[in-house]
């Protein structure tokens, strides 16, 4: 005999309900220490909220506790993945207010840096991906050839994720003999491996159905939200702050912008991300090509700084190209031996604020394909 | 002696006046024990190896030679893991569920010109019920684990197992047709020893239904590529996402029994079953005794099991998988008309051809 | 189109409601300050300007500058280019308390999280954006957290949920840290 | 509406595309079964850690890894510069004065491994360049507190002190004669 929960008594007709289920802070699914309350019609999300907050470490408080000397290595940690540009946006500011003009060296060498760690960073987008479509071999090669990339940052910066290279002016030291030629190894290493993974993974029909027409960010729902970066470059919308505020020489260097084509699927889905992430993998080879063969003599650092170093009242915004997309940092000194108040505007934020509406509408399976096409950086969200 | 169990009498093991009910069970539990268990060990073993060698890694290699006890190894420590023995109505009721969801096929499993333990003319579709059944333990078994994940993982098991069926049957009837009866041994007999004899490639339309029956046969069992019950990233092992210790070995026991049934059954209809060249047997026979004789068919109808059973693993390590409705969907708008055309095809074959 | 020829046509738009416009920084970019209860209807007059069109909040960020604190709206438009910076600054009653402040999420709806962001770590209330779900008026601290941490008069708890977070004095031997307290 | 033939003959494209792209898949991932892959491809790419057969050993790793730190107390002296600008404030050092005005007996210097954050800040500003990162990576212990490693000479008694300053008193009365 069927006792309805709610009223005790025998229903008057059997109904379905939703399921309303809670998705983390942790879950295989997801790409971060991150909530997701799901209400599912059978395995159609209804409804999803997104609760985050799981990983706030006061970062920016403790940069306000710290001499100005000490807070490069925090920058490592705003974003673990792509560590180098948390330290290049600060580096930027402190430049600006304080008024310094970095070396053509020192600046070729942040960019070479910088596009290493965005390779690395799109290679471990690639794994997830694969990884949340089920195929496992497709994991273990992209992180194969990873570990050539971060083989790299260590053998010139000391350490594979938080490099802690970057300084007011310069970079700590030199290229390492040697370190040129392995660039170019890799590089072709990898341009090899593209067509390797095209063959096993992107033009596979599984793979074409998991994530085609999955989780559609249109280019007028990534202007509504302020969506940055890959994510609406695959939406088709040209923004990228190499091209737009050039910094650190990308002006001398020639590269276009790759856009998502809707090849397979619509504008924007899960696909094109997808694919995106391959072409500026392409894009980057150029790049270090380019920026290694054509490194300019001189000095790496703008005479030793580190002693007594003061910045001067003032404040500063400045915007960089990170893998997630537009990292901006409005710093603000007030002469002090302490940085005032440091605040970054971080890609993922819209991404998170977009997530509950990418969901609605999809099934129970595409949750960690959409979550992984994201490439949600949850470390920089919460900070 | 029951004429279905006629198939014994070659094999003059047992004492004249032994009872069926024993003959069976021994049979049953030699079949389980020596068959099944090693075989489920010994391909866990070799899928985790070729799946290390496709993704670059090294593999086990801790456990015996290259790693070569690592089942054994791995049901030791799942067995050490269990709480307490828990008593109860609901402990029965699992054990009673896994049972059923386990060993219902075992009195099924063709395995040599006399070691069929069921040979009638309609044995062939008994396969269908065990399967069903086996599908129907996997459901309940999620369903009783009281977890959204489990529940999720249970109602796409059965719906994939709906869909899976009627191509699966179809496939299988286009063998019984070429083969005049669906009796084990008429099947096989229908066959030589040598591929070119095979139901395979005895016709084009059997090579298509020989494809379809295999991939029904994942989408009715969930096996690997084709595991929406399963899938890890979403609903974390889905069935098997609250199991641990003794129940999670004998999951996977289940598991891999549902891969080893299908398979050797493919092998059966469609490879050539047990069937040695004329030589070999005459050799046999001549020189040594019956059970020899159904040892090497048994060896031989194992090998082409496990190259069909490696085969459905490459192409699931090499390929993501697909979501439990588009299983579904596949089944039922590309198995289906697919099965159906075979069908037809064998048909017209049979008659345009042979006379 | 300099977004200077802007401040005038917003002075009418919005009488009374510019008080003052600053360079902002080494970058030759200008901050124009707004009165901090008129920041609704700036927003909607910036956002509907046919030229200025200034559809994008690219960045929400708060500081506290001796005792007030200062919202930096950095805005862009996505055609055009143009980058401007609205400055509001407002008082709270004593270094501790919450204040109210109007939210922009209709005109920029990519407002959301960074306002919420800014009432959880600075203590504002922005009326029209309220925390979701969770009743605490929490978005990342956790729930039932005293304070505002990143207000410069911000004292770190020495306990949370009445756990304390250094061990009771008095033990003889050290602990696992190596920590004789 | 699309005739009948069109529909049908775009559904057997679809099957024949998805078998083809699995089958491709498939062909792309069997050389690595049989170790044909061109190059270093072929060969296994992980490791197993404590087997000696490991080729990523503390002497291959690059020049400038940054492994667990190692002071040479005896070129230290005492400055306390990397103290001040450790981020995580694991360093601390104590001094006593040594028995001449120049020398410093550095009685303490911990280094506390478990929130070490190894981002060499230390080592950049270590004047006499005693204190440096090793290549040793292996990091593990049992209990935070045997992460502390400590490179000091060790603390000196009330004895020793008073009789070193004795010993400084000397030697500046004779610098004065």
Known sequence: MIIDRRTGSRPEH?????????????????????????????????????????????????????????????????????????????????????????????????????????????????????????????????????????????????????????????????????????????????????KEYNDLFTFNRAFVKRTANVGIISSEFAKHLGISGPNARAAGLPYDVRKSYPYCGYDQLDFHIPLGKGEGGTQGDALDRFLLRLREIALGIDLLKQAVESLPRGPFWKESLMDNFEVPAGEAYVRVESPRGMLGCHLVSDGGKNPSRVQFRVPTLPLLQAVPDLLVGGRLEDLPVILASLDLGIAEADR | MKPWMSAWDGLDVFPAGTPEWAVAASIVGFVYFFVIMPGAGFMAFLDRKISADLQARIGPNRVGLAGLFQPLADLLKLLQKEKRIVSGWREAFWLGLHTMALYSTVAVLPLGSMFLLVDTDMSAFM??????????????????????????????????????AFPAMIGMICVGLRAGSFRWSAVAAAQGSSPLHWTVFSDPFQF???????????????????????????????????????????????RFYGFFLWSEIAVVLFMGAWNLPLFVTDAIRNYSTPVALEAVELLVLLVKTGLVMLGVTWVARANPRIRADQITDMAWKVLSPLSLMALIGTTVWMIWVNH | MDTS???????????????????????????????????????????????????????????????????????????KGHTLYLRVSIVPDSPEAPVEMLSVVKTWPMAKLPELEASDLFGIRFVGNPVPGSSSGRFILPRGWVGYPLRKSYVFPTEFLNIPHTRPTGHTEPDDYGVVT | MESVFTSVLKYLREVYLGVKSILTSCFTALPYLFNRRSGDLHKEVTEQYPDPVSSRTADDLPSRSRGLLFNDIDRCTGCK????????????????LGTEASKVWVAVFDIDMSRCMFCGLCVEVCIPQSLVHTKEYEGAAYYPRDLVISFGRGRITPEQRTKWAAIRQAKEAEETL
């Open chain 1, 14 to 194: 059997l109904r379905t309900d939703l399921t309303s289920w809670v998705v983390g802070p942790y879950h295989g699914a997801l790409p971060g220490p991150m909530r997701v309350h799901l209400k599912l019609d059978g395995e159609v999300v209804v409804a999803g909220v997104v609760e985050t907050g799981f990983l706030h470490r006061g970062l920016e408080k403790a940069l306000e506790l710290h001499p100005w000397r000490s807070t490069i290595p925090y920058m490592d940690h705003l974003d673990p993945e792509s560590a180098v540009f948390g330290e290049l946006v600060l580096c930027l500011a402190v430049e600006e207010i304080v008024g310094i003009v970095v070396p053509p060296r020192a600046q070729r060498i942040r960019v070479i840096l910088a596009e290493l760690t965005r390779l690395s960073c799109h290679l471990g987008f690639i794994a997830r991906v694969a990884r949340a479509v089920g195929s496992d071999t497709m994991l273990h090669y992209v992180l194969r050839d990873r570990e050539k990339v971060l083989d790299l940052l260590e053998l010139q910066t000391g350490s594979r994720a938080s490099l802690n290279f970057l300084r007011f002016g310069g970079v700590v030291a030199d290229v390492t003999e040697g370190f040129m030629e392995r660039v170019h190894e890799t590089v072709d290493m990898l341009r090899v491996r593209l």
């Open chain 2, 127 to 164: 396969l269908f019920w065990a399967a069903l059944i086996l599908a129907l333990g996997t459901m309940l078994m999620g369903l009783n684990q009281g977890s959204i994940p489990g529940w999720f993982g249970g109602i796409r098991v059965a719906s994939q197992a709906l869909a899976g």
């Open chain 2, 208 to 254: 298509i239904a020989f494809f379809v029956f295999l991939a029904s046969g994942m989408v009715l069992l969930g096996i690997s590529p084709l595991d929406g019950g399963l899938s890890v990233p979403d609903i974390h092992g889905g069935v098997s996402s609250h199991l641990y210790g003794r129940r999670l070995s004998l999951f996977r026991l289940g």
């Open chain 3, 5 to 79: 020829d802007l401040i005038p046509r917003l002075e009418e738009a919005v009488p009374g409601a510019v008080l003052e416009v600053r360079p902002f920084g080494r970058g030759g970019e200008i901050s124009v300050w707004v009165e901090a209860k008129s920041i609704q209807k700036v927003a909607q007059a910036i956002r509907k300007d046919v030229d200025f069109s200034f559809d994008w909040l690219e960045n929400l960020s708060v500081m506290e500058v001796d005792k007030a604190l200062v919202l930096t709206y950095f805005l862009r438009s996505q055609e």
């Open chain 4, 81 to 96: 510069a990397c103290e001040e600008i450790c981020p995580t404030k694991c360093i601390t050092v104590e001094n006593e």
